[in-house]
């Protein structure tokens, strides 16, 4: 399973970014997918998940302003973000289970300014 995650890069508040995460070596349209992210000192979080036939659900405080999606037939997941605040600052990953094994991508990292 290879996944890499792309998009990030240095954004001002209030900006809006889709965050991408392409997978290889997996029946991708076969597997729950999932975004999380982890700020500088913190924990790594739960942003949101995406089921294999597009359900989603997302962590509370992720609601109102993230929005995850895919697109099967290329292999891709994505994160839309909108009105970005300095505390969205973080590396961003994608991440799936495979076999009772997860796997990590590469994350991107976001920086927001204020």
């Known amino acids: 399973v290879q996944l890499q995650a792309s998009g990030g890069g240095l954004m001002q508040a209030g900006a809006s970014l889709t965050l991408t995460c392409a997978a290889s070596?997996?029946?991708?349209?076969?597997?729950?997918m999932a975004w999380y992210r982890q700020a500088p000192g913190k924990q790594r979080e739960l942003i949101a998940s995406i089921s294999s036939s597009g359900e989603t659900n997302y962590s509370d405080p992720m609601k109102s302003r993230f929005t995850i999606s895919r697109d099967n037939a290329k292999n891709a997941l994505y994160l839309h973000m909108s009105i970005l605040k300095p505390k969205d600052t973080a590396v961003y990953s994608c991440?799936?289970?495979?076999?009772?094994?997860?796997?990590w991508g590469q994350g991107t990292l976001v920086t927001v300014s204020s």
């Open positions: 991440s799936t289970v495979v076999r009772g094994v997860r796997h």
């Open positions: 070596r997996i029946m991708f349209g076969a597997y729950d």
